[in-house]
């Protein structure tokens, strides 16, 4: 064994490896760390969005961006989310010899090990030749008189499972993956069911593992849904009757906290609201260009809205002091 290899005795470092740096892969990164997975994007910096030279239908751009800033944002979303980025060109994944992870070893970089893989770039799938019966994974193609190989887009399901159990593919697929903003969500989709299955992994069952990633106002809890007890009621009520678990057992008792922690802290005061918002902007202002900034924003609009700061902060002080009394 060489100094670069990991350690087969350890645990793997990794719960997923995201192969390919691109819409899908940094959407599925931020989903996967968001759901509590140490999480590692691989990105070779060829992904293929830089072929395009301006996105003009990514929603949420009414102008359309650049595709630097937007592959630039892409990686800092998905680092603020908790993945760890690596600029380096993924040449095998192999099954450890457990069988209960694989092995990841790029072209530069020092091997990993993971739980999990996805596939989440639209190059020849050369890396994964092995972990499945090429036949399975790949398909005979013929091209300007010659017969090619290539990776099947139809060889994962909906949901990026395939037959390799802890694979997952988020590109290519069967779907249109040459539009920015659908391969960003099946991206998520894949995603979503590998935290899922992490969860399964953990005790939790089909139903109560399919979470959903997102933040509600505060104001929205009534005083019954504020109490804790109630939570538990409900989840008893929802889950009891159906659950392949014992209601009585530690592991449903276990899976029941988490499910309730879950919920009640996706509710978040106006304060949290406040500051993620202006943390939004700010994250979103340090990629702009500050002449282009200034310059369309007229005069009155900018009065106006220093003028509305000003309202705001005057507010926030009368509120200080008010507490302090």
């Known amino acids: 064994m060489t100094d670069t290899e990991p350690d087969p005795t350890r645990e793997h470092t990794h719960d997923v490896v995201i192969v390919g740096g691109g819409p899908a892969g940094c959407s599925a990164g931020v989903f996967c760390a968001r759901g ?42 998905a680092e603020t989310a908790g993945c760890e980025v690596l600029p380096d060109l993924v040449e095998s994944v192999e099954r450890t010899d457990d069988e209960e992870g694989f092995r990841v070893t790029p072209q530069e970089g020092e091997p990993v090990t993971a739980r999990r893989v996805v596939a989440a770039t639209r190059y020849d799938g050369e890396y994964m030749r092995g972990l499945d019966d090429d036949a399975a994974m790949f398909e005979t193609r013929e091209r300007d008189g010659e017969e090619r190989e290539r990776f099947d887009s139809e060889y994962a399901g909906h949901d990026g499972r395939t037959p390799v159990e802890g694979l997952y593919v988020a590109s290519p697929s069967d779907e249109a993956d040459t539009q920015a903003i659908m391969v960003a969500g099946r991206g998520a989709r894949v995603a979503h069911r590998v935290v899922a299955d992490a969860r399964i992994d953990d005790g939790w069952w089909e139903d109560v593992a399919d979470g959903v990633d997102w933040v509600r106002r505060e104001a929205e809890l009534d005083d019954e849904w504020a109490d804790r007890d109630r939570w538990v009621e409900w989840f008893d009520d929802y889950y009891g009757g159906d659950a392949p678990v014992d209601p009585d057992s530690d592991r449903f008792r276990r899976i029941r906290a988490a499910a309730v922690d879950d919920s009640l802290s996706s509710y978040v005061s106006p304060e949290t609201i406040d500051e993620r918002a202006a943390a939004g902007q700010e994250a979103l202002a340090a990629h702009l260009d500050v002449d282009r900034i200034v310059a369309a924003v007229d005069a009155e609009t900018l009065l106006d809205h220093v003028e509305d700061e000003l309202i705001r902060e005057r507010a926030r002080e009368l509120d200080t002091v008010e507490a302090s009394e």
């Open 36 to 77: 509590g997975l140490e999480t590692v994007v691989f990105d070779r910096g060829r992904s293929s969005i830089r072929r395009c030279a301006h996105l003009e239908n990514y929603l949420g751009f009414p102008a359309g961006i650049d595709v630097e800033t937007f592959y630039d944002l892409m990686h800092e979303h």
